[in-house]
DNA sequence: CTGAAAGCGCTTACAG
DNA sequence: CTGAAAGCGCTTACAG
């Protein structure tokens, strides 16, 4: 590809000059100007983004460290919406290829040596080194669902206290008391999160807490399984189950099902997230909503804005959430021997 | 961040030495080697991959271009196969922002400019400008689901004709003689492949290829449910139906379900993919399976080779596909009146 | 308004 | 085995 040299040879004018055209600096002649302009034309030229990187130390690039699948309908739901703010901004997105296990490998060398303008993070625990490194370093950071705070470093999140707060109460209203909870893998701060709106749901409803109620699973649908398999296995089942992502739910429904019993009939199960499947799963899902893409959009706005402006001080985000109800939720069945 | 120089100083040695410990050339002698070392070890020096790209020419970036939401799970599976392969390769993922519908916007361009040094396409009409550009440029690619060759330029594909031909096969076997298709936007190589296969599996089955019973939709549920609606305003309706993708058949049963017809019972459904959500969806989906990670991942680990060794000739690939046999299918129903 | 020169952080012949 | 020098493709004071 033709370098500036060449369009300055064409032009017959000094690199210096090509530069100040490119950059849309004021103090060049319209002449000039002109005579660039058509050797840029003539020669296809475009800036190296590279070199021009390595002396502005921007590289128009933002880096992306998502430490969970993407085929988890969350992640690429986030995707999309990081995608969606990328879009015409000229920045481009970088998947880091994160050694997060290997003590030698550091995430801030990664990205100065990749020369990133900033980064979001996604599913990195509260209490993962990188965090503090991060913190410490003066790149511009997006947590998602982790709350963490600096002086480059904001984050984004839905409400999750009151989203898990809502589906006991929807629970209650139906006439649950025995409301299980299939928590996410603690340590992150969603997960402690939403375990504290189950907490202070039953309390708020005057339900004491059980921990033989408390499940944990990894999110997915196996996860939700097994969780399930151990409540079910309780001397009292629970009548009611909230379970901290929709793939979980599901997966808690199929095995309530396996067992022989049904959605809503025997046991209401609500899900976290209303991904799309919510809604075509059978019984389609009672959950709670999660505005997912905007999360990931607004959290690249601002990135951008903390990368464009010094000054921008780092927000500290989080959105509502909402409970959608549909027919995985049911009123609670009158059990023959009233034991409680 | 400490450069080679701060480490020339403090090792005494000059910063081609240095250079020469870090790409480690041979001709250094120990004792040189170990004061590099340790300076690198005390200024926790690492290169700078910007720099160093701009002169290498390699940036061990790869980029991808999919031109289809991340949502879509066969995307997110496809990504996941890619990640993995890029795992411990040394190479981060680029995801390119292209403005493919801007006339002025150049990819090969915008890959030059950030110095990849290969990419993935997925997604883009087999017409579009830049599948030409790249042909002709030496950027190696690797096409998915796109039936490009080039001199760089290989492609990894399922093998979607037989993939259909065995769905059909299977209607058949079940006594269904209204096959209709769901096809996906045509244009696209994968498209136009499953609906060869479709006609070629009702060839081969004596069955008549009626143009009424093929209706076109994009890949998603909606889409599904808008082709279906549109076979059952037939004045006679297929009692099968394949699909392009499992969300269109999901779709498509939705659509069904909603007339009060039921699956397997009225129509049956094949879907393609393999997805996740086909083994859960109720009914669970009689599938054409694709081993999209596989896909993913082998696309990477060739780019690489190209990537590695311009004597490497471009693959082209194709991987097989299977049925997975489920609820979603079941014998033709008899209908009272034998009209046909 | 224009351009020569230094420099961003590296690598690579080349000379010694 | 070691290092001085040129160069990758740009930008940015600075002098004129």
Known sequence: MASIHDVAKEAGVSVATVSKVINHYPDVSDKTRKKVRSAIELLRYRPNAIARGLVTGRSWTVGVLINIPFTNPYVAELLEGIKTALENSGYDLMRLSARLNDESYSFIDHCESRNLD?????????????????????????????????????????????????????????????????????????????????????????????DKYLEVC?????????????????????????CTSDMAAMGAIHEIEAWGFSVPGDVSVVGFDNIFEAKVFKPSLTTVNQNIHNIGARSIEHLISMIENPEYSPPEIMEPASLVIRQSTGKVKVSEDQSR
Do not use: W
């Not at 649908?221 to 001397?235: I, S």
């Open 118 to 210: 900033g980064v979001v993070i996604f599913g990195v625990e509260r209490d993962h080194r990188i965090i503090g490194e991060l913190i410490r370093s003066d790149i511009p950071t997006m947590f998602v669902d982790t709350d963490v705070m600096g002086n480059r470093v904001g984050n984004i999140t839905s409400d999750n206290v009151n989203g898990v707060h809502m589906a006991v109460s929807h629970l209650y209203g139906l006439g649950h008391r025995d409301i299980a909870y299939i928590a996410g893998t603690l340590g992150h701060t969603v997960a402690e999160r939403r375990l504290q709106g189950y907490k202070q749901g039953l309390a708020d409803c005057s339900i004491e807490y059980r």
């Open 218 to 242: 990894d999110y997915s649908f196996e996860g939700g399984m097994v969780a399930m398999r151990k409540l079910l296995h309780l001397q009292s089942p629970p009548t009611a189950v909230v």
